[in-house]
Each structure stands twice: as structure tokens, then as C-alpha cells.
Nanobody
Framework: QVQLVESGGGLVQPGGSLRLSCAAS????????MDWYRQAPGKERELVAR???????NYADSVKGRFTISRDNAKNTVYLQMNSLKPEDTAVYYC???????????WGQGTQVTVSS
């Protein structure tokens, strides 16, 4: 299985920005899609953003216009640029990789994002 390591989380004030990174242990060229999920205390894990190998992106309505997902296949890394952060964005953010064949369904360990004044 592909190993995923997230980084870039932290404490930020409302209106601030963070960039999360997800480094994969092997090539992500054929991994389709790569996702960012988040889970807030007492809530279910939810899909935040998705990027296909083609570069097509999808976002949760709650983050559209504020978050941007991107991938650098040469660096085996996926990013989540988060702008105009709100307290309700506070959660543990997880990177996820999926591929049908050979089968891949991997999760990172998560990185905490806290938005608070």
C-alpha cells in the first residue's frame, strides 16, 4: 500500500491561510483520485476536495472558492491550499489515495487544523 504523510497543519486565526501537503511513498501518476477529507470532533469524516489524474477537481460546497487542491506528480505530493479559513474548518485533515488496479486504498495519519482567535 502507498504510504501517505500529511504536514502543514496548525493554529491559524479566522481569515488566515494554510497549505497542507501530502507526500506519497511512491508515484501518484496513476492514482485516481487523490482526496482530502476532514473530521471534526463528534462529526463524520467528510470529503473536502478531490483531484483526478487528469487534473479535474471537485470540492465540497462549504469550501468552494476558498480551498484549492493540486498535485505535483513529479514530487509525488498533493496539496490543499486553504484561504479565508473559518472556525468551522477546524478538524483533522486526512489525505486519501485510491486506485482500482493494482488496488490502493490508503489514508494518511492526519494533520490538525485549528482556526481560532
Amino acid at each position: 500500500q502507498v504510504q501517505l504523510v500529511e504536514s502543514g497543519g496548525g493554529l491559524v486565526q479566522p481569515g488566515g491561510s494554510l497549505r497542507l501537503s501530502c507526500a506519497a511513498s511512491e508515484s501518484i501518476l496513476s492514482i485516481n483520485p487523490m482526496d482530502w477529507y476532514r473530521q471534526a470532533p463528534g462529526k463524520e469524516r467528510e470529503l473536502v476536495a478531490r483531484i483526478a489524474s487528469s487534473g479535474t477537481t471537485n470540492y465540497a460546497d462549504s469550501v468552494k472558492g476558498r480551498f484549492t487542491i493540486s498535485r505535483d506528480n513529479a514530487k509525488n505530493t498533493v496539496y490543499l491550499q486553504m484561504n479565508s479559513l473559518k472556525p468551522e474548518d477546524t478538524a483533522v485533515y486526512y489525505c486519501h489515495a485510491y486506485k482500482v488496479y493494482p488496488y490502493v486504498n490508503s489514508w494518511g495519519q492526519g494533520t490538525q487544523v485549528t482556526v481560532s482567535s
